[in-house]
């Protein structure tokens, strides 16, 4: 299992409604989005090989911050599916 499959499991469990879909084959194939159907945000992981680290954004900020393992990935994508005020 790929550490990014780790992370959407781990993010379902705590978010059961999660949204979580791979970017079409022909465009970058190491991209993941994340979302809830209660808010507007969005969050984007990228791996080229679907390993740690990611680089993890949000649509509420473009600023790119890196994850290093699959606790701190689940953790950042929670704390920003959770921020919009």
Same mark, same amino acid.
């Given at each position: 299992? &790929?550490? *990014? ?14 949204? $979580?879909?791979? &970017?079409? $084959?022909?465009?970058? =194939? !190491? *991209?993941?989005? *994340? %979302? ?10 990228? @791996? @080229?090989? !679907? ?6 954004? @949000? ?6 911050? %890196?994850? $290093? ?12 599916? !959770? @921020? =919009?005020?």
């Amino acid at each position: 299992m &790929r550490d *990014v499959d780790q992370v959407i499991a781990a993010l379902r469990r705590r978010h059961p409604d999660l949204r $979580a879909e791979q &970017r079409p $084959a022909t465009q970058n =194939e !190491g *991209v993941w989005l *994340v %979302s809830l159907p209660t808010t507007a945000i969005a969050v984007q992981l990228e @791996s @080229s090989t !679907g390993n740690c680290p990611f680089l993890i954004e @949000s649509s509420l900020n473009r600023e790119r911050v %890196s994850a $290093a393992t699959i606790g701190e990935a689940i953790n950042m994508v929670s704390t920003m599916l !959770g @921020s =919009e005020s």
